[in-house]
């Protein structure tokens, strides 16, 4: 009978420890209009220019506000990437990215923590531009 008691000891422990969030999804629409470039370098687009933003972020759907991000990425190759950090701040709680924003395509990020209903989440965030412009930008956060 002990035995059983462990296991079952064990076992409610092991799902505590388990984050509410984790496989979760989460899919966000970034509309990019509180972004300011601070020119540090040469002249121009160069290497170690500051790009610093503000923005709203909406459902899926691109209608309703759900929340908002803020950050800032620095220049780390002149007309192709940025080195990122935001946080996407929402109602239950926030979560932090890092990693190379692409200046076309498709980009990757590591999701490096979070607070609220997301403490201690890690992950990874695609970042996928809607339209050539970009107007918006689609960030799919995948919560491990």
């Not at 000891?9 to 509180?34: D, M, S, W, Y």
């Not at 300011?36 to 909406?58: H, P, Q, R």
């Not at 395509?105 to 979070?114: C, F, P």
Request: charged share 20%; proline share 4%.
């Amino acid at each position: 009978m002990s035995r059983i008691f462990t296991r079952i000891a064990v076992l409610a422990v092991t799902l505590c420890a388990v984050p509410a969030f984790a496989g979760e999804q989460i899919r966000v629409v970034e509309r990019p209009v509180g972004e300011t470039t601070i020119d540090l370098g040469a002249k121009g687009d160069s290497i170690g220019d500051l790009l610093v933003f503000a923005n709203g972020v909406y459902d899926d759907a691109n209608k309703m506000k759900i929340g908002s991000d803020q950050g800032y990425c620095v220049r780390t190759v002149v007309g192709k990437s940025w080195e990122c950090f935001w946080t996407l701040i929402l109602h239950a709680g926030q979560i932090t990215v890092e990693g190379p924003f692409l200046d076309t395509g498709d980009s990757v990020m590591a999701i490096t923590g979070g607070t609220g209903k997301y403490a201690g989440a890690k992950g990874s965030m695609k970042l996928h531009p809607r339209d050539p412009t970009p107007t918006s930008y689609d960030f799919i956060y995948d919560l491990l």
